[in-house]
């Protein structure tokens, strides 16, 4: 019988010293750290769902590439394994890979960092997926099978989310997991410069109801009671009805966090179901203070705008992160000093603060690219959205790394956490699935 073994590398992965230091002793970064890890590779669980049944499947996470882990997959002898990973990830992922190579194992990698940068991925693998994996697994595996893999694969056509199988959850064994993932859409109608989320892999489409109500009975079955993390980049954002999909994610019984933009916080009626669907929490971009990035579209708005915004799906019992974006152009030492202090002060129920990176296949990074901005002495291993990868405009990069880590004191403090967590309890009051 054939043997395919899926390999994530995942992790929360920082390279700056001293930022590594802050990640560990501040509770507030250390417990997302911890979550994210643990996030189960969706896309992966989602081929292994394609997969045929005369070839059996296992599913190990990965962090590093060590003869440890090695050894554990060989002793699986299998016929294929398909390896993914982020760009902060990616060259963890190419050693792997030749280890894995020299032992006459073969390797097929894919995901975002794959398809942006198809000429480098190549030469560190038998076997390439360029875009979206589903069109093209059936391929791979029969190419595998009979000892004919090709160097790349690409869909011709975007994957129609109809075909989606239910992602093979029971691959994860018995370890608990803080959160499954479950996609509802893919790809974002907005073209945020920095974005390097799914979009990348093709265009917008929603999931049918049906398939998604397939995938939350898995989930329920699988944990139970699980807490979902939405693998969208921007759920809500499309113009068809929310209340088939906020019936299934109610109906579910679970609860849910996800991604949004804030302008859900101005659609009364899909402010008065979505607490009661099970979401708890969203996160939603205010970017920057002191720059509109390109390609933003109608999300691109005053601050007063945006957080009344947020102050309404806070009342309406949801907590959200605001997420900012640090060294933008115009960043100096003084808006990023405002930017904490309006941080410390604003009412949001949690914060997200990362530096500006720009991520391979976006508009941000041919920006900086043509500008011949981007630091030749860090690798991929330094995208990580805490690791400075650019020259800034307004500072130097040791003066950014520097308000950087200051910034990130100052906001994840323990009164500052503890001010926050005040705030969460306050709008969970009005959340029914956290007062059940």
């Known amino acids: 019988m054939p043997h395919v073994t899926f390999v994530p590398f995942t992790g929360f992965r920082v390279r700056e010293e001293e930022m590594l230091e802050l990640g560990m002793t ?7 750290a911890s979550a994210v890890a643990q996030l189960p590779a969706l ?17 190990v996470d990965a962090e590093r590439a060590d003869d440890l882990l090695v050894e554990r997959i060989a002793a699986e002898r299998p016929t294929l394994v398909a390896v993914s990973a982020l760009t902060a990830s990616i060259s963890e992922a190419y050693r792997f890979s030749a280890l894995l190579r020299a032992r006459g194992i073969r390797v097929v990698m894919g995901g975002l960092h794959v398809t942006t940068c198809p000429t480098e991925a190549v030469q560190y693998s038998d076997a390439i997926v360029v ?9 791979v595996l029969n190419d595998a099978e009979s000892d004919s893999l ?6 011709s056509s975007p994957f129609n989310l109809s075909e989606s199988p239910v992602p093979r959850f029971d691959l994860l064994g018995h370890r608990r997991r803080p959160r499954l993932t479950l996609q509802t859409e893919r790809g974002c109608p907005l073209a945020c410069e920095f974005c390097g989320a799914s979009r990348l892999l093709g265009p ?24 979902l993390e939405l693998a969208d980049d921007n759920t809500f954002v499309n113009d068809r009805d929310p209340e088939p999909l906020l019936d299934a994610l109610a109906s579910s019984g679970a609860r849910y966090f996800t991604e949004v933009d804030w302008r859900i916080g101005e659609r009364p009626a899909l402010l008065r179901g979505l607490a009661a669907s099970g979401c708890v929490q ?34 309406a019992g949801v907590a959200v992160i605001g997420c900012f974006i640090v060294g933008c152009e115009g960043e100096t030492s003084q808006s990023l000093n405002r930017l904490t202090d309006y941080i410390l002060e604003c009412p949001l129920a949690d914060v ?20 011949a901005r981007l630091l030749a002495d860090r690798d991929w291993s330094h995208y990580t959205l805490f690791d400075v990868t650019y020259e800034p405009r307004s500072m ?19 009164s500052a956490s503890n001010r926050r967590s005040a705030i969460r309890r306050n709008v969970w009051r009005n959340n029914p699935r956290m007062n059940s």
């Open 131 to 139: 875009g979206e994996g589903e069109p093209v697994w059936q391929q």
């Open 352 to 371: 997200q603060l990362t530096l500006q990176t720009p991520f391979p296949g976006t508009a941000l990074y041919e920006r900086m690219r043509r500008q």
């Open 150 to 155: 090709r160097p790349r694969y690409h869909a």
């Open 26 to 32: 501040l509770p507030g970064l250390r417990h997302r």
């Open 204 to 227: 917008f489409r929603a999931k049918p109801l049906g398939n998604i109500r397939n995938e939350l009975n898995a989930a329920v079955e699988f944990a139970g009671d699980p807490v």
């Open 43 to 59: 896309g992966l669980l989602t081929l292994a769902g394609m997969t045929p049944d005369h070839w059996s499947c296992s599913y």
């Open 396 to 414: 130097s990069v040791s003066e950014l790394e520097s308000a950087f880590r200051s910034s990130v004191r100052a906001v994840f403090s323990e």
């Open 282 to 315: 969203v996160l939603v971009g205010i970017e920057s203070l002191v720059f509109r990035y390109p390609g933003m579209g109608p999300k691109c708005a005053e601050l007063k705008r945006m957080m009344d915004s947020v102050i309404a799906i806070q009342e």
